[in-house]
């Protein structure tokens, strides 16, 4: 059973910092994806940062040079620095996984279609 576990986030100030920590567990696979959403209240879940099993990533432009995304994939590990927080950063931060063996396309997509997605850690930044 694929668990994942997010832990990290927290009530900052503008310009401030958290390093957000998703434990993963269960999840195997040679080809994979990993990412970052956020949801803020009365908003759409937007996908903030992924990373996949061939070196690529990507970054949603409202984050690009203040957050990053890496993994440890010794200890099944997915992690999000933020630096630089804003107001509007402030949401429930999810991370999700996803096999994308033979699989052709986008790695968000797949991960919006089939990903398994833990529950979730607010970060909440104040002006």
């Known amino acids: 059973q694929v668990q994942l576990v997010e832990s990290g986030g927290g009530s900052v100030q503008t310009g401030g910092s958290l390093k957000l920590t998703c434990g993963i567990s269960?999840?195997?696979?040679?080809?994979?994806?990993m990412g970052w959403y956020r949801q803020a209240p009365g908003k759409e879940r937007e996908g903030v940062a992924h990373?996949?099993?061939?070196?690529?990533?990507s970054y949603t432009p409202s984050v690009k040079g203040r957050f990053t995304i890496s993994q440890d994939i010794a200890k099944n590990t997915l992690y999000l620095q933020m630096s630089s927080l804003k107001p509007e950063d402030t949401a429930m931060y999810y991370c999700?996984?996803?096999?994308?063996?033979?699989?052709?396309?986008?790695?968000?997509?797949?991960?919006?279609?089939?990903?398994?997605w833990g529950l979730g850690t607010q970060v909440t930044v104040s002006s």
């Open positions: 269960g999840f195997s696979a040679i080809h994979y994806c």
């Open positions: 990373i996949d099993s061939d070196g690529g990533y």
């Open positions: 999700g996984v996803v096999d994308t063996e033979g699989r052709e396309g986008s790695c968000l997509r797949f991960l919006e279609e089939s990903g398994y």
